[in-house]
């Protein structure tokens, strides 16, 4: 007791005199760095590197972990992985530092502060479900094609840059009206976050994936490389067809109906329990391809 009594007195004069040594200065530094972590997560969390900076914070937790615990093996695997770390991080990094340098380039002060803004915004998710689906099925029925994004847990922000923001309440109407032929947005695609039309135009990163043949063109493979690439939900309506198909974590479901698409976008979106969600695992890329290929030689034989 008397030595933990002549201890706590020390500790806190050690803490008062570090707290009287602290100049202007170390003030001001603080105050910046803490400022640029602020913008820093403003800018991450809207984007897909938000994912990519989890990750990298946890080998830093495994890293401590394996000192603390003198973990030897350990300790030495994530010391080589991090002697490459800054390199790694610019790599996966470079279009989001990209974009925000050019950004802060153009206009500083007002770039600085748009970092990260969004309106979160949670509408009426089985509104917006009818008022999407009801689009979807006009634009099969007239062969208008459609690249709709729901944006779920992986912010897009790095998508919606390359479009316009439009951050309107989705309606039917309006939906058909972006993607009619000789509208200036039709062929890139919409996302909707929130529950709202956030932005179109968009442009998307396309599937790499050797199984996909010509047949399904560009919309498709864009539709599929963004569900590869994220947990988003991608609906497609074909252009020459007007088949409505889904795409899910890189794979690919066609030939929705009204009812059939209604249950999938409940499933996904609301996490709906009375929904058969074991209904609606989309099929691989691969399945796709070889039913496309079997029913186009069908049709060729009846010809």
Do not use: W
């Not at 062929?187 to 709202?196: E, K, L, N, P, V």
């Not at 864009?222 to 074909?238: F, H, R």
């Not at 974590?249 to 249950?263: D, I, P, V, W």
Request: charged share 25%; glycine share 6%; net charge neutral.
């Amino acid at each position: 007791m008397r030595l933990l009594l002549f201890t706590i007195p020390e500790q806190i004069m050690d803490i008062l005199r570090i707290i009287k040594g602290i100049s202007v200065v170390d003030i001001i530094d603080i105050g910046c760095v803490s400022v640029l972590f602020y913008f820093l997560y403003k800018f991450i969390k809207e984007r897909r590197a938000g994912k990519l900076a989890l990750g990298i914070f946890l080998l830093f937790v495994v890293q401590i972990f394996s000192v603390i615990a003198d973990m030897y093996l350990l300790q030495y695997i994530m010391q080589n992985i991090f002697q490459v770390g800054i390199i790694t991080i610019v790599i996966l990094f470079q279009p989001e530092i990209r974009s925000v340098l050019e950004k802060v380039g153009t206009q500083p002060l007002k770039s600085l502060m748009s970092i990260g803004d969004t309106k979160a915004n949670s509408s009426n998710i089985p509104h917006v479900i009818d008022e999407v689906v009801s689009a979807v099925c006009d634009l099969s029925e007239t062969k208008t094609g459609a690249l709709i994004v729901f944006e779920r847990s992986t912010k897009l922000g790095d998508m919606i840059l390359t479009g316009t923001v439009i951050d309107a309440e989705p309606v039917s109407f309006l939906i058909k009206n972006i993607f009619f032929n000789k509208a200036p947005m039709h062929d890139g695609a919409m996302i909707i976050r929130d529950g709202r039309i956030h932005a179109a135009g968009c442009l998307l990163p396309l599937s790499n994936n050797p199984d996909i043949i010509k047949d399904l063109g560009t919309r498709h493979r864009a539709g599929i490389g963004m569900s590869e690439n994220s947990d988003a939900l991608v609906i497609i309506v074909s252009e020459e067809t007007g088949t409505i198909s889904a795409a899910f974590e890189g794979e690919l479901e066609r030939g929705f109906g009204k009812e059939e698409l209604t249950s999938l976008l409940r499933a996904k979106l609301m996490d709906d329990d009375s929904v058969d969600k074991k209904k609606f695992n989309l099929k691989t890329v691969k399945n796709v391809v070889k039913e496309i290929k079997h029913h186009d030689n069908i049709g060729k034989t009846n010809k």
